[in-house]
Nanobody, 115 residues
Framework: QVQLVESGGGLVQAGGSLRLSCAAS????????RSWYRQAPGKQRELVAA???????NYADSVKGRFTISRDSAKNTVYLQMNSLKPEDTAVYYC?????????WGQGTQVTVSS
């Protein structure tokens, strides 16, 4: 049974930083990409950042230059370093692992940025 557990969310003032972690338990074969999504109240879930099995990364335009996605394959963990946070970054952040056969989701971690 695969489980993804996010941590690191919280309340931070605008301009501050947070580092999210997503640890996967269980064996996952054929990972194509590890990603972070977020969903703000009343809005659709959106892709924030992704890192492929080859190490390529892509980011939403709204977070480019502020957020960095990374992974530790040995620990089966993906990270999201978030700097220069803005109130509009407030959302529940979810990690996702995509394989050719499955899409795994974590339970989400709340990030709240106060102005």
């Amino acid at each position: 049974q695969v489980q993804l557990v996010e941590s690191g969310g919280g309340l931070v003032q605008a301009g501050g930083s947070l580092r999210l972690s997503c640890a996967a338990s269980g064996t996952i074969f054929g990972i194509n990409a590890r990603s972070w999504y977020r969903q703000a109240p009343g809005k659709q879930r959106e892709l924030v950042a992704a890192i492929t099995s080859g190490g390529s990364t892509n980011y939403a335009d709204s977070v480019k230059g502020r957020f960095t996605i990374s992974r530790d394959s040995a620990k089966n963990t993906v990270y999201l370093q978030m700097n220069s946070l803005k109130p509009e970054d407030t959302a529940v952040y979810y990690c996702n692992i995509l394989t050719p056969w499955d899409s795994y989701w974590g339970q989400g971690t709340q990030v709240t940025v106060s102005s």
